[in-house]
DNA sequence: CGTCCCCTTGAGCAGAATCAAGCCTAGTGG
DNA sequence: CCACTAGGCTTGATTCTGCTCAAGGGGACG
């Protein structure tokens, strides 16, 4: 079954598209951007459930994100896994590979997802030209942060702020790439990918989602979320989100 | 009082001293590297306790720590703090400051530090450099890499196995440090400290402690970690610590 | 129509938090 | 030199958040 559809499909929002790549256009023109476009070898597609990136595996991988969701995570041995990030349309993923040489982590595709990919074995012959390298840096500082907040929201945080910060997380990086309406937005993950995001089991996540419906601040419905009360999400996700940057795509 | 000594004191560690700061001497020779060293501001210090970055702060700062241990942080208005990573001699602490433009973390030193500064102002004049670059890049990506490690321990595991692997794996920092013996090290971290890093209360911290203890695996006296089972706390760890580079040092 | 998977809901349990008291050490002042 | 204080560690008793187990329901697909 194909869960790719909705907010993730659409050409009119602010987020790159196949033909017009991150690689190709670019608000801030660059010599060092017409370089790198060289390096792009392919479009890439995968479905649902595939896994994009195994963990643990040596091969170097680099690609942007096109559209759909991933998942970034790390699963142990017990059979518990935790999400670590979530990948949406524009992301760089992959980085870790080429810089650390070994996925630590491993990627899978929450929806559908199409991409692009670049010649990951050539990382160092385009990724340290100065304009490159400073937005690698930043996209890293940014992922990194987001990583940052959200350890801070499940282990400093009850289960109900935890959820609130993922959701008011997401609504704040999905409005920033014209995926979300001012109230609400498609969240294409089950149950059990919101718990292994918030480190909860499904059953809790549900009764969570619950009391934040009956006390009319936010109501899933059909993988859609409605925000009923931004401030008062705002208020329970005690973990404030960052802003994220709009230039932030490589 | 005076926290700094033992480990973090002696100068036949493989950390870089002051007058041979990691600016200095370093392994890799090359142009880039001594460039960059016309960066390199002043010598600092900072006791034990002290607040070295501000959260929320906007003035960038950059600098590697010479000496003792330090924390960074996220502290929420309710009171909790979440410590999201730990930093050790030899770190680059504050690169966020100076590619995102606020500080989304505090730092705070745990022990008396010594601090070689950059001009953070400079930064973009100095660390863009393609050797520079790719360092810096590479420390990011561990640094990333650990906290998520620290996000799937909270995230996934007991408190148990949460600790374990905190223990493992600062064991695995410091070894490569040469600021650990092979069954032991000195963490002059407080219960309070090590309850924030684990998404913990003190009191539970204390009782996981002392079980460890009672079943011959960790012993814990006067801030100083006896591993008595290494085997046994690497398989309690249910999060394998990643092996942290020799060169990762800017 | 039946199967499968995931969501939903309830009942009971346990891991971790809270509350509260005693203790030990270091620092302070008489 | 010793009493006093303060802060952090230790420990027990109790509470509660979140987990486990288990059963019922609904949509998708063969």
Redesign the interface.
Known sequence: MSVMQGATRGVDSKIPGCRNCPLHNNAVASPDLAIIESFKVAHGRAWSGDVIIDQGSRRPRLFTLFSGWAIKY?S???G???V??LLLPGDLVG??TC??GMA??GVQAVTDVTFCSFDADRF?DF????DI??R???L??????M??????A????DAKSNLAHLIASLHLRLLGLGLAQERGFRLPLSIQQIADC??LTPVHVHRVLRALREENIVAIDCRKIEILDPEALRHIA??AS?ETPQDAIL
Chains 1, 2 share one sequence.
């Open positions: 790390k142990l041995e017990c518990e896994r935790q670590v990030h980085l870790e810089t650390m630590e982590f160092s990724a340290f030209a100065p390298s400073r690698i840096m930043k890293q500082a940014y992922e990194s942060a990583i940052a907040e959200r350890l801070t499940v282990g400093a945080c918030c480190g005690r973990v960052m």
